[in-house]
């Protein structure tokens, strides 16, 4: 088996001519560096210098192992490079789980951001609700989660898991343009007691989110009609199927032909977005390296 460090040798004495010069460079004694070519050759069975009083220069089998000399060594060179970035959080792939407009929101545009800063880490992206991607984290099934807080969730402090709080984001009343709270510039939840409902299936944290508001506003809201999809939700109420909250940016880009969307009155109902990664290292993740906050969470 030929050792590598013997190879930097055999470059150092084929580009500098002389023993006496590749040790120098190489900040060895002319001694080490006549030891180790000996060994070199000894390992190889080859014999592969000429000496002369002008120097060194390399036999026929010096130059063929001189050659295969710089791609190992090149690529040597990449390995540890690649190993530097790893051991730096600036190398390895993260998979993370999110809710759709987490993913809109918050993750695409990591992404995008870690492509220009850190070109060297890899996302992985899950649609997943909070109820099923904070399970997922502790599992270790993925590395981090984009998650909105919800009734029975992991506490923040939670000694399991690290928590980065991302964003709050308030949730709009969306009634068909035929309702009478229509015309209001903003919708008073009691108001609405006594309609049917359109809203996420329980487990959803937005379906939390819904059911403790109309809670705080003093009635159990009547869900008629349930899905995850708010485009769905949106869609039943234009059809004069019900009303909804929805969280405002799942309301952009979307088609409201026949709704009409307006604040609560009073404090309005909200979501707290957080990422949360496991404080141990984590069984895929090669970016955060263990240290419980992932460089993209916080990009």
């Known amino acids: 088996m030929i050792e590598a460090r013997r190879l930097h040798i055999l470059r150092a004495v084929a580009d500098h001519r002389t023993v006496t010069a590749a040790a120098a460079a190489l900040y060895l ?162 108001e609405l007691a006594k309609d049917c409902w359109i809203g996420p299936y329980p487990g959803n944290p937005c379906h939390d989110v819904v059911v403790l508001a109309c809670e705080i506003a003093g009635f159990q809201p009547r869900l008629e009609h349930s899905s995850d999809d708010f485009r769905a939700v949106v869609a039943l109420a234009a059809a004069d199927a019900g009303v909804a909250l929805v969280p405002r940016s799942a309301l952009r880009g979307m088609d409201l032909a026949g709704v009409v969307v307006r604040p609560v009155d009073g404090v309005a109902p909200t979501s707290s977005d957080h990422a949360t990664a496991h404080r141990q290292r984590p069984r895929a993740c090669t970016a955060c390296r263990g240290r419980g906050r992932c460089r993209w969470a916080v990009a």
């Open 29 to 190: 004694t002319p001694s080490a560096v006549s030891q180790q070519l000996a060994a070199l050759e000894q390992e190889t069975g080859h014999r592969l210098f000429e000496r002369s009083a002008k120097g060194v220069r390399l036999t026929p089998a010096g130059e063929i192992l001189l050659n295969h000399t710089n791609a190992v060594l090149a690529q040597l060179e990449r390995a540890e490079a690649e190993l530097a970035a790893y051991g730096a959080g600036q190398a390895g792939t993260v998979t993370v789980a999110a809710f759709a407009t987490g993913i809109a929101e918050v993750v695409a545009p990591a992404v995008a951001r870690l492509a220009r800063t850190a070109p060297g880490i890899r996302i992985r992206v899950q649609d997943a609700e909070g109820d099923a991607s904070l399970p997922m984290v502790l599992d270790r099934q993925v590395d981090v989660a984009v998650a909105v807080e919800y009734r029975g969730a992991p506490p923040a402090d939670d000694p399991r898991l690290t928590h980065v709080p991302l964003y709050a984001e308030p949730f709009d009343a969306v009634v068909p343009v035929t309702h009478r709270m229509a015309d209001a510039a903003e919708v008073p939840l009691a």
